[in-house]
């Protein structure tokens, strides 16, 4: 039973898994917030963050059972390829983990505590319904993720999409509180497209991560692609006015000057690994660089909470990283 139990956590990626919850909570402290401050939040945000974890382990798995061929020819390490774990039995899997994820973000949105005073009924139910489009439209785009479209020029744009539409899944759920304002949009927009622009270079620069031939013009557009993106996420706060439920809403760090810094700081050393990626392309090289950038969702992700919500929220974001680090200590992240 252990040995299965570890061929399916090497399948799924386990110590990738908390960078999707940390996603739907950066996500949620853009829409709402210092949320740590609403009683009765933490079951609805719990069903989220597992929604978003069936989600990413359908991606994964699907990912596997699509590659299986070529996975074989090259050789590759995986519980699929040496037949731990059998292909039929992945597929269905990873198609019911899909279903369960748009079903627990539905859930998840009916089970958020009664706050009449940040909104009417009507938006609230209506949030619902986009709760359970947001899901449903990332479910499609995962689905043709993991299909020929994943080897055309379209695959990295919808793994970063994957990655966006996550963060708007913590957004949405947000929205079913209290609706954005005008401002607020224009937040939203820019965070958005920052996850798909650091994540759609990440997939580009991992395309041939386990063959020799790396070209380091592909890398370096790809870090550029990525580096777009971190620029976006650095600026999205500019355009935030206040809070959507109380004005007071902590913006902890001037959007202007430190809060920038804070994003630059917690990506040099991603930064550090892309830039020797290129220089000395290889395997020996970008693996180690796709491995942090990974991590550095999380720490993203903590510093939008952090500027958002507050520091008891970033603190917790930040603190996914813990496990995170002991998972890739046993398991491969790639």
Aim: charged letters at 15%; a positive charge.
């Amino acid at each position: 039973m252990h040995t299965r139990i570890r061929a399916w956590a090497q399948l799924v990626r386990v110590p990738n898994t908390l960078t999707a919850c940390a996603d739907v909570l950066a996500g949620f402290s853009i829409a709402v917030g210092h949320w740590f401050a609403i009683d009765g939040i933490a079951v609805s945000l719990l069903l989220m963050c597992l929604a978003s974890v069936c989600l990413y382990w359908a991606g994964m798995v699907l990912n596997d059972v699509h590659d299986i061929e070529a996975d074989r020819i090259q050789r590759r390490k995986g519980p699929l390829v040496d037949g731990r774990i059998d292909i039929q039995t992945a597929a269905i899997a990873g198609w019911m983990l899909l279903f369960t994820g748009v079903l627990l973000a539905g859930v998840s949105s009916y089970l958020l505590p009664l706050l009449p005073d940040l909104g009417n009924t009507s938006t609230r139910n209506q949030s619902k319904w986009l709760v359970v489009g947001i899901g449903s439209l990332l479910a499609m785009v995962i689905a043709a993720y993991d299909s020929r479209l994943k080897a055309t020029i379209f695959g990295p744009l919808l793994m970063g999409m994957c990655r966006g539409l996550n963060l708007l899944l913590g957004i949405s759920l947000g929205w079913c509180l209290v609706w954005p304002s005008d401002s607020d949009w224009i937040v939203v927009a820019i965070a958005v497209f920052g996850h798909v622009g650091f994540v759609m270079g990440i997939t580009l620069a991992a395309r041939r991560e386990s063959l020799m031939d790396q070209s380091s013009t592909r890398l370096a557009i790809a870090w550029m692609i990525s580096l777009l993106g971190i620029v976006a996420i650095s600026v999205c706060p500019l355009w935030a006015t206040g809070p959507l439920w109380a004005r007071d809403r902590p913006l902890r760090l001037d959007p202007r000057s430190l809060y920038p810094i804070l994003i630059g700081l917690l990506m040099v050393p991603w930064l550090r690994r892309a830039i020797r990626s290129v220089r000395n392309p290889g395997v020996g090289t970008l693996v180690p660089a796709i491995k942090q950038a990974i991590l550095s969702i999380i720490f993203l992700d903590a510093a939008i909470a952090l500027q958002f919500a507050g520091s008891t929220p970033g603190m917790i974001v930040c603190g996914l990283a813990i496990p995170t680090l002991a998972l890739a200590r046993v398991f491969r992240m790639t």
